[in-house]
T-cell receptor, first 116, second 112 residues
């Protein structure tokens, strides 16, 4: 019972390099999210996808792009990494069925990214 | 602009004591208020949640108190245990709960 799986778990990049964080969920959830976690800042929403085929900006979308590849997968891309993007990134998913009114997010274990 | 303000940022409580974390919000459209618990190296997980039509919700040693007029809510952990040591996030969402806004988190340490 994997839940939400993120890859890679750790990555070190140089300024200007690009990379994609992958996320997959096996709970048949409609909605998927990318958050970043920074000390003293909490969890901030980068992008979300309410359903397959749609994506929307969150609080801090600059410097990121996303792709909702299918219902299971939601990727986050850094086109030109900057040191300010050093963070722990979390993918999450949420149901829109019977459990939707609980608002419960299911999180992956995170991807720790360092940009030098 | 922080939509959900959380305090304190860190908290040290002795085993058996009561841990209290407070949150305040501005947006009156918020209608769902969850608390998440995060252990080191893990993602956050839902701990307990409340809607504004009730003033209190209790699950085991964890209680949410909600004051709609003051736009404040708090988490109380009774008989705190070392295993409760974690980071706690309050959060809020509205309108279909598509976007969940989090507080900055409180790092709780329960000492023996």
């Amino acid at each position: 019972n994997a839940g939400v799986t993120q890859t890679p778990k750790f990555q070190v990049l140089k300024t200007g390099q690009s990379m994609t964080l992958q996320c997959a969920q096996d709970m048949n959830h409609n909605s998927m999210y990318w958050y970043r976690q920074d000390p003293g800042m909490g969890l901030r929403l980068i992008y979300y996808s309410a359903s397959e085929g749609t994506t929307d900006k969150g609080e801090v979308p600059n410097g990121y792009n996303v792709s909702r590849l299918n219902k299971r997968e939601f990727s986050l891309r850094l086109e030109s990494a900057a040191p300010s993007q050093t963070s722990v990134y979390f993918c999450a998913s949420k149901d829109r069925g019977l459990r939707a009114n609980t608002g419960e997010l299911f999180f992956g274990e995170g991807s720790r990214l360092t940009v030098l | 602009q922080q939509q959900v303000k959380q305090s304190p940022q860190s908290l040290i409580v002795q085993k058996g004591g009561i841990s209290i974390i407070n949150c305040a919000y501005e947006n009156t459209a918020f209608d769902y208020f969850p608390w998440y618990q995060q252990f080191p190296g893990k993602g956050p997980a839902l701990l307990i949640a409340i809607r504004p039509d009730v003033s209190e919700k209790k699950e085991g040693r964890f209680t949410i108190s909600f004051n709609k007029s003051a736009k404040q809510f708090s988490l109380h952990i009774m008989d705190s245990q070392p295993g409760d040591s974690a980071t706690y996030f309050c959060a809020a969402s509205s309108g279909g709960y598509q976007k969940v806004t989090f507080g900055i988190g409180t790092k709780l340490q329960v000492i023996p």
